[in-house]
C-alpha cells in the first residue's frame, strides 16, 4: 500500500510568542481532498504553509514523500510576461499540453497578453494553469476561489476533479463553498490568548 501523501501527527506551530496550531494530526491519501475551514486566524494558510515546508513546527511531526504544487493568496506571476511565457515556467513534459491547458480555463485568447494587463479573475486563472501544469502530486491551495466567476468556478471543479480521478491529492483552504466532490474536512479553531496578551 503506497504512502499517505502527506501525514501531520501533533504539529504545533508559534509565530514569534503566539500559538497559532495546537497539536494538528491529519493526513492525505491519493485522490482524495481535504478542505480546512475556520474562522479567520485559525491557522489554515499557516497550517498549508506548514506542508509547503514554508513554515517550520514547534513540535510534531511531518511526512510528506510527494512534491507539492503551491497557489497562494498572490499569484506570483511576472507581470511583464504574456500568460505564455509565465505557463511556459511550469510546463512539464508528459502532463498534456499548454494548449489544451489555455483551453481548459479559458484563457486562449489571453495566451500572448502581458500579464500585468489582466483582470484579477484572469490572473487567478493563470496562476490556477500553472498548477495543473505541474507534476506535483499533491496541490496546496489557499482561497483558490478568489476573484473567479461562476464560469471560472465551475472550470476549477473540472480541473481539481480530475486531478483527483489522476490519483492527485488536494488540501485547500475557503470561506465559500468549492466545487469539489467527496471531500474531508477540518475545522481549525483559533488557540485561545492567553490572559494579559492583546493582539
Not at 512539464?92 to 499548454?98: A, H, P, R, V
Not at 489522476?166 to 475557503?174: C, L, Y
Amino acid at each position: 500500500m503506497p504512502p499517505p501523501l502527506v501525514e501531520l501527527s501533533s504539529i504545533s506551530v508559534f509565530r514569534g510568542e503566539r500559538l497559532v496550531l495546537k497539536n494538528i494530526s491529519t493526513h492525505l491519501e491519493a485522490c482524495q481532498a481535504l478542505l480546512l475551514t475556520g474562522p479567520n486566524g485559525a491557522g489554515k494558510s499557516t497550517l498549508l504553509r506548514v506542508i509547503a515546508g514554508l513554515c517550520p513546527v514547534s513540535s510534531g511531526t511531518m511526512e510528506r514523500p510527494c512534491d507539492v504544487a503551491w497557489l497562494g493568496h498572490l499569484d506570483a506571476l511576472k507581470p511583464a510576461l504574456t500568460v505564455r511565457e509565465n505557463l511556459q515556467f511550469s510546463l512539464k513534459l508528459g502532463q498534456g499540453t499548454l494548449k489544451d491547458c489555455l483551453a481548459s480555463l479559458s484563457l486562449t485568447a489571453l495566451a500572448d497578453r502581458p500579464v500585468r494587463l489582466l483582470s484579477a479573475g484572469q490572473k487567478r486563472r493563470v496562476a490556477l494553469a500553472r498548477i495543473t501544469l505541474s507534476k506535483a502530486p499533491l496541490w496546496l491551495l489557499d482561497e483558490p476561489s478568489v476573484g473567479l466567476d461562476q464560469a471560472s468556478l465551475e472550470q476549477l471543479g473540472t480541473i481539481m476533479n480530475t486531478h483527483l480521478a489522476q490519483g492527485g491529492g488536494i488540501i485547500a483552504t475557503s470561506h465559500v463553498p468549492l466545487p469539489l466532490g467527496h471531500h474531508h474536512t477540518l475545522k481549525l479553531q483559533a488557540p485561545p490568548v492567553p490572559a494579559g496578551v492583546f493582539l
